[in-house]
């Protein structure tokens, strides 16, 4: 099995940063890529930026220039850097785990972010 667990989310003015951090445990050997989701209130789940071992990164168009996505491998734990934050980034982020062979199928509880204006 593996576990996730994140932190790092708050409430923060417009133009600030956070720091999310996920830690995995478990059977972390199976795990490929791992990335962030996050969701509005009424809307669907979208992929904010993902990571793979080999540090390929994949960026949702809406971040691009402002989240850096980055992974400590010997640690086991995926950060995700938010700069330049805007009252649209409001949202529940989740962490996830890509297993191999198995995709995305392992979450974090999630963790809240509000962004104010």
């Known amino acids: 099995q593996v576990q996730l667990v994140e932190s790092g989310g708050g409430l923060v003015q417009a133009g600030g940063s956070l720091r999310l951090s996920c830690a995995a445990s478990?059977?972390?050997?199976?795990?490929?890529?791992m990335g962030w989701y996050r969701q509005a209130p009424g809307k669907q789940r979208e992929l904010v930026a993902r990571i793979d071992r080999g540090d390929g990164v994949t960026y949702a168009d809406s971040v691009k220039g402002r989240f850096t996505i980055s992974r400590d491998n010997a640690k086991n734990i995926v950060y995700l850097q938010m700069n330049s934050l805007k009252p649209e980034d409001t949202a529940v982020y989740y962490c996830?785990?890509?297993?191999?062979?198995?995709?995305?199928?392992?979450w974090g509880q999630g963790t809240q972010v509000t962004v104010s204006s």
């Open positions: 478990g059977s972390t050997s199976r795990i490929n890529e």
């Open positions: 996830a785990a890509s297993l191999y062979g198995e995709g995305y199928n392992r």
